[in-house]
């Protein structure tokens, strides 16, 4: 691709069976046997919901082998928020290459979800989406941009700000904002699609009023959500030596945090994870 080259991006839109899905979750308390049936109908999606159900991060005792099963153990509304996540997965690519950024992903997705033990200002069904949502455009940006996949590879732990101005210089657009535009494509609350598009911008939006609180709580959780788990999959993770990716202060000021407060919150996150 030429640095004058610019792409179109054809975002994927949300299948059927999960609109079908909302519809029913949003519509009153659902029958378990139609919620099923909406779902094993979608193969791919049934398959997708099945292994991220299992993920380990969810710390189920006993393996599930049906949406009925997974329903009666988890409720409807964590169902849905699972079949999003899987449906996110299934309609912006699960090959192989992908297999990595996904785990990410969803680790990130289930940091954030454990920090509203913490944070009362989301629902952890909204974090799990905040989490598993705040970098999607990368799937379409490896599919459409050539060299894209090396160039996140080398750039996946810079700040958000270095990240985006060279990854703008080299594709003309940030996998930040696309993420966004899928997010709010996928009918995800306003606050968490700009949340998701801030994330480059985030000293400058944490650190001025004139912004959306709701979105700027929920922008410094999910970059809390995203150190944390970096910090995670870091083989020096919880060793002096590691040094963050994103600036602190702007977020602990923000979620009014001491450092004291993030260390107890980090050991609490780790533990619920191993």
């Not at 969810?58 to 849905?80: C, D, E, M, P």
């Not at 090959?95 to 509203?116: C, H, I, K």
């Not at 480059?200 to 709701?214: A, G, S, T």
Request: hydrophobic share 40%; net charge negative; glycine share 4%.
């Amino acid at each position: 691709m030429s640095r004058s080259q610019k792409i179109e991006f054809v975002i994927p839109a949300r299948p059927e069976s999960l609109i079908k899905l909302t519809e029913l979750v949003e519509n009153g308390d659902p029958r378990i046997d139609l919620v099923t049936q909406v779902v094993e109908t979608d193969v791919s999606l049934f398959a997708n919901t099945l292994a991220t159900i299992n993920n380990p991060l969810f710390r189920l005792r006993s393996k599930v082998t049906s949406v009925n099963q997974a329903v009666r153990i988890l409720g409807v509304q964590r169902i849905l928020t699972i079949v999003r996540m899987a449906a996110l997965r299934s309609s912006l690519g699960s090959s192989g290459r992908l297999d990595l950024f996904w785990e990410e992903s969803t680790l990130t997705a289930m940091v954030a979800g454990q920090l509203t033990n913490h944070f009362q200002f989301m629902s952890r069904d909204d974090a799990y989406m905040l989490g598993m949502m705040s970098s999607c455009g990368v799937p379409l940006m490896f599919k459409e941009c050539e060299g894209y996949k090396q160039f996140y590879e080398d750039h996946s732990l810079l700040d958000p700000a270095e990240a985006r101005q060279k990854e703008v210089a080299r594709f003309h657009i940030d996998h930040y904002r696309l993420s966004g535009e899928i997010a709010r494509s996928w009918g995800m609350p306003e606050a968490i699609a700009k949340a998701i598009a801030l994330q480059p911008h985030y000293q400058d939006v944490l650190d001025h009023e004139n912004y959306d609180e709701q979105v700027r709580d929920h922008l410094a959780l999910l970059l809390l959500a995203r150190e944390f788990s970096m910090q995670f999959s870091s083989p020096n993770g919880l060793e002096e030596s590691y040094q963050p990716v994103h600036v602190l202060e702007p977020m602990l000021e923000q979620l009014c945090l001491t450092r004291q407060d993030i260390n107890s919150i980090q050991a609490s996150v780790f533990n619920s994870l191993q």
